[in-house]
């Protein structure tokens, strides 16, 4: 439940925050690291 809900986080955060492509490929790039960190 707390890695959806970190996923949820970080999917309003990104589609808030890319108005471009390139702002898009580096928000999701940030939120796979997040993911990453998050399993570990």
């Known amino acids: 439940m707390f890695k959806t809900l ?4 970080i ?3 990104t589609l ?3 108005n471009t492509i ?11 690291e997040a993911v990453q960190k998050s399993t570990k």
């Open 16 to 18: 808030a925050a890319c």
């Open 22 to 32: 390139d702002g898009m490929g580096k928000d999701l790039e940030k939120a796979g």
């Open 11 to 13: 999917t309003a955060l």
């Open 6 to 9: 970190i996923l949820g986080v």
